[in-house]
Nanobody, 115 residues
Framework: QVQLVESGGGLVQAGGSLRLSCVAS????????MAWYRQAVGKQRELVGT???????NYADSVKGRFTISRDKAKNTVYLQMNSLKPEDTAVYYC?????????WGQGTQVTVSS
């Protein structure tokens, strides 16, 4: 079993920055691709980006150039650095990992960007 716990969300003004963390427990996720998703009110959950075990990251077009995903394998932790935040980035952000076809999710952390 895997537990994921996100933290770091909050209220920030447009143009500001936040760094989200996702700490995993239950097993090492060093060899797994990790993902960040977000879900705004009234919208479907969408993929923000992924990072492979080798550290290669990919991003949704909407956040490319502003968000950076990184990981610390020793801490079993994945980060989402968010810069130049926009009001449309307001959402609950979730950490995700898929293991043998089973999706594991954290509880989410709220990010609110004021204009």
């Amino acid at each position: 079993q895997v537990q994921l716990v996100e933290s770091g969300g909050g209220l920030v003004q447009a143009g500001g920055s936040l760094r989200l963390s996702c700490v995993a427990s239950g097993r090492s996720l060093s060899f797994n691709t990790m993902a960040w998703y977000r879900q705004a009110v009234g919208k479907q959950r969408e993929l923000v980006g992924t990072i492979t075990s080798g550290g290669s990251a990919n991003y949704a077009d909407s956040v490319k150039g502003r968000f950076t995903i990184s990981r610390d394998k020793a801490k079993n932790t994945v980060y989402l650095q968010m810069n130049s935040l926009k009001p449309e980035d307001t959402a609950v952000y979730y950490c995700n990992v898929a293991i043998y076809g089973i999706d594991f999710w954290g509880q989410g952390t709220q990010v609110t960007v004021s204009s």
